[in-house]
T-cell receptor, first 110, second 109 residues
Framework: SQTIHQWPATLVQPVGSPLSLECTVEGTSNPNLYWYRQAAGRGLQLLFYSVGIGQISSEVPQNLSASRPQDRQFILSSKKLLLSDSGFYLC???FGWGYTFGSGTRLTVV | TQLLEQSPQFLSIQEGENLTVYCNSSSVFSSLQWYRQEPGEGPVLLVT?????EVKKLKRLTFQFGDARKDSSLHITAAQPGDTGLYLCAVEDAGKSTFGDGTTLTVKP
């Protein structure tokens, strides 16, 4: 069966520090992968998506970047975090008629 | 302008009551998904509807896709505290999904 792993679950980082969130998928090959951010109790904002290794599409200009070094690995990064980067970050993969989401990372920038 | 409008934004009811939440748009979609999300977790897919007028049932949950494929509703019969959560609708467009802002449902015992 397909599973998606995302870590860490929570993260508190100071302003100006770097960020690296990792997401891996098991049980499928060449998945479409996505990074979303969610404000408290609200909808999801698409940040990046990838249809293959090294292929990244950015949806919103911001302080973040994404990379896909391996088929089933998707990384969200920042060189210098801003207070506005705080939020709940979700990784997902698409299986055609819906998404499977990871359990999310709660990022607090202080 | 939001592509998907969900209503109500918040809903608080007593256990045993029935409820309906809505997802509306002015655009036509080939499919629409409903997700439920619990605090601190990722959304979980409940159903995908693809045909205008389609009705799908999942235990006490009934999902309907509008005839014109512009809107959808989710009806819960005899709500239980375990139904508490954020209900999100989403549509697929050019390989990526757009989500509504959701309805936060609280079912009190």
């Amino acid at each position: 069966s397909q599973t998606i792993h995302q870590w860490p679950a929570t993260l508190v980082q100071p302003v100006g520090s770097p960020l690296s969130l990792e997401c891996t998928v098991e049980g499928t090959s060449n998945p479409n992968l996505y990074w979303y951010r969610q404000a408290a109790g609200r909808g999801l904002q698409l940040l990046f998506y990838s249809v293959g290794i090294g292929q990244i599409s950015s949806e919103v200009p911001q302080n973040l970047s994404a990379s896909r070094p391996q088929d089933r690995q998707f990384i969200l990064s920042s060189k210098k975090l801003l207070l506005s980067d705080s939020g709940f970050y979700l990784c997902a993969w698409s299986f055609g008629w819906g998404y499977t989401f990871g359990s999310g990372t709660r990022l607090t920038v202080v | 302008t939001q592509l998907l409008e969900q209503s109500p934004q918040f809903l608080s009811i007593q256990e045993g009551e029935n409820l309906t939440v809505y997802c509306n748009s002015s655009s036509v979609f080939s499919s629409l998904q409903w997700y439920r999300q619990e605090p601190g977790e990722g959304p979980v897919l409940l159903v995908t509807v693809v045909t205008g007028g389609e009705v799908k049932k999942l235990k006490r949950l009934t999902f309907q896709f509008g005839d014109a494929r512009k809107d959808s509703s989710l009806h819960i019969t005899a709500a239980q505290p375990g139904d508490t959560g954020l209900y999100l609708c989403a549509v697929e467009d050019a390989g990526k999904s757009t989500f509504g802002d959701g309805t936060t449902l609280t079912v009190k015992p």
